[in-house]
């Protein structure tokens, strides 16, 4: 009788401290955001609570996740920015699925080896979404990000004097402005030629200046990266006497630039159907072309000049 009591006392005792782990597992928040914000195939089998039982992951001994291996598994949807809570991570595997939007940070991951996503939709990496300094993301040994539409300018001098870092795959993008020059000579760099929408071929060569006024007035207007109509940024021929831009229906909510005015040769300015606040500045009147601007649809007030 004592036996027994023992026994199912032990039997409570041990479901009871098993439900406590499962629950204060330290990464099940971000797996749980990971798994709202992809769209998971039935065939993956997210549902127990513990996450480390979801299949194409891996923890470690005390719970943590060190393995997302979700290669070729037809996902669709985006990455959480709380994926660099992750603290063990150590590799990620995504490629060949139809991931979009944003890489978020990953700047805590202080293990992680291995980042691999080929072949998805990602459009955007923010300049601070790998190196802030020195010494995050200290483990990087390969980064693949080949064949996605990532955009905007690649922030280089991050990757110079990389401890670990030894391959970078930025090949089939839709990356702008120079073409990235690395110093680190310990590392690969799979960037093939004509792959992307770098303004030059030649590595690290500066842009056309008026390539970089339009970066700057895509940034200051609220444009992730360049998204204009006029591909511009890609060919230097028609960047030197750009005589049209379009910027409609991009969501833009940053103020009219003024740098427009530095773009002499400009003929047509199209902004309509933006959120652009504030009021139209004094500076469009400058490029004595212009000939056509229209700021209709967007929340400015004041005369036009
Ligand atoms: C890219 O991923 C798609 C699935 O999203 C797959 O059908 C295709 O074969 C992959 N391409 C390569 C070159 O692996
Ligand atoms: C880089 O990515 C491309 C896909 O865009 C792939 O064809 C190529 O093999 C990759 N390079 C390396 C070194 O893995
Ligand atoms: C790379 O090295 C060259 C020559 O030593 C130097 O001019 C350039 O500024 C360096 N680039 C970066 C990003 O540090
Ligand atoms: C205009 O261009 C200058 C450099 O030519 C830059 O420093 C400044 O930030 C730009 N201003 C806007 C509003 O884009
Ligand atoms: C554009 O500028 C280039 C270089 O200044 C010039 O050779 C070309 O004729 C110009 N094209 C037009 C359509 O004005
Ligand atoms: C837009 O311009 C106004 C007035 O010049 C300024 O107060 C505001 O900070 C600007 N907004 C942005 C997003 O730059
Ligand atoms: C801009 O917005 C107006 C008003 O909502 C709409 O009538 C017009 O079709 C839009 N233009 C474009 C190009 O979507």
Redesign the pocket.
């Given at each position: 009788m004592r036996a027994i009591y023992l026994c199912v006392s032990l039997v409570f005792v041990l479901s009871i401290s098993v439900s406590v782990q499962t629950q204060s597992r330290p990464d099940a928040a971000v797996m749980q955001d990971l798994k709202a914000s992809l769209v998971i195939p039935k065939h993956l089998k997210w549902s127990d609570p513990d996450a480390c039982q979801w299949s194409h992951v891996i923890c470690s001994d005390n719970g943590q996740l060190t393995n997302i291996e979700l290669q070729d598994q037809n996902l669709k949807g985006t990455l959480p920015p709380s994926l660099e809570k992750l603290s063990s991570l150590a590799v990620m595997h995504l490629e060949n699925n139809q991931l979009m939007g944003p890489i978020p940070s990953l700047v805590g991951l202080r293990y992680l080896q291995v980042v691999i996503f080929?072949?998805d939709s990602f459009s955007y990496m923010p300049p601070d979404a790998l190196f802030s300094d020195i010494c995050s993301l200290s483990s990087l040994e390969d980064l693949?990000l080949?064949?996605n539409k990532l955009t905007g300018i690649f922030p280089v001098s991050s990757f110079d004097n990389h401890p670990k870092l030894t391959?970078l795959?930025l090949?089939?993008n839709l990356l702008q402005g120079p073409t990235p020059r690395f110093n680190n000579s310990k590392l690969t760099v799979?960037i093939r030629t004509g792959s992307n929408s770098f303004c030059l071929d030649d590595l690290g060569l500066a842009c056309d200046s008026r390539v970089n006024i339009l970066f700057s007035i895509a940034e200051s207007m609220g444009a992730e990266s360049w998204k204009g109509n006029d591909p511009c940024p890609t060919c230097l021929g028609e960047i030197r006497n750009i005589t049209g831009i379009s910027f409609q229906i991009l969501g833009l909510s940053g103020n009219i630039s003024s740098n427009f005015s530095m773009l002499t040769s400009l003929k047509y300015l199209i902004v309509s159907n933006n959120s652009l606040p504030g009021t139209i500045p004094s500076e469009l009147t400058t490029p004595s072309s212009l000939q056509t601007l229209d700021v209709s649809n967007n929340h400015l007030h004041g005369r036009v000049p």
């Amino acid at each position: 009788m004592r036996a027994i009591y023992l026994c199912v006392s032990l039997v409570f005792v041990l479901s009871i401290s098993v439900s406590v782990q499962t629950q204060s597992r330290p990464d099940a928040a971000v797996m749980q955001d990971l798994k709202a914000s992809l769209v998971i195939p039935k065939h993956l089998k997210w549902s127990d609570p513990d996450a480390c039982q979801w299949s194409h992951v891996i923890c470690s001994d005390n719970g943590q996740l060190t393995n997302i291996e979700l290669q070729d598994q037809n996902l669709k949807g985006t990455l959480p920015p709380s994926l660099e809570k992750l603290s063990s991570l150590a590799v990620m595997h995504l490629e060949n699925n139809q991931l979009m939007g944003p890489i978020p940070s990953l700047v805590g991951l202080r293990y992680l080896q291995v980042v691999i996503f080929d072949n998805d939709s990602f459009s955007y990496m923010p300049p601070d979404a790998l190196f802030s300094d020195i010494c995050s993301l200290s483990s990087l040994e390969d980064l693949s990000l080949g064949h996605n539409k990532l955009t905007g300018i690649f922030p280089v001098s991050s990757f110079d004097n990389h401890p670990k870092l030894t391959t970078l795959n930025l090949t089939n993008n839709l990356l702008q402005g120079p073409t990235p020059r690395f110093n680190n000579s310990k590392l690969t760099v799979d960037i093939r030629t004509g792959s992307n929408s770098f303004c030059l071929d030649d590595l690290g060569l500066a842009c056309d200046s008026r390539v970089n006024i339009l970066f700057s007035i895509a940034e200051s207007m609220g444009a992730e990266s360049w998204k204009g109509n006029d591909p511009c940024p890609t060919c230097l021929g028609e960047i030197r006497n750009i005589t049209g831009i379009s910027f409609q229906i991009l969501g833009l909510s940053g103020n009219i630039s003024s740098n427009f005015s530095m773009l002499t040769s400009l003929k047509y300015l199209i902004v309509s159907n933006n959120s652009l606040p504030g009021t139209i500045p004094s500076e469009l009147t400058t490029p004595s072309s212009l000939q056509t601007l229209d700021v209709s649809n967007n929340h400015l007030h004041g005369r036009v000049p």
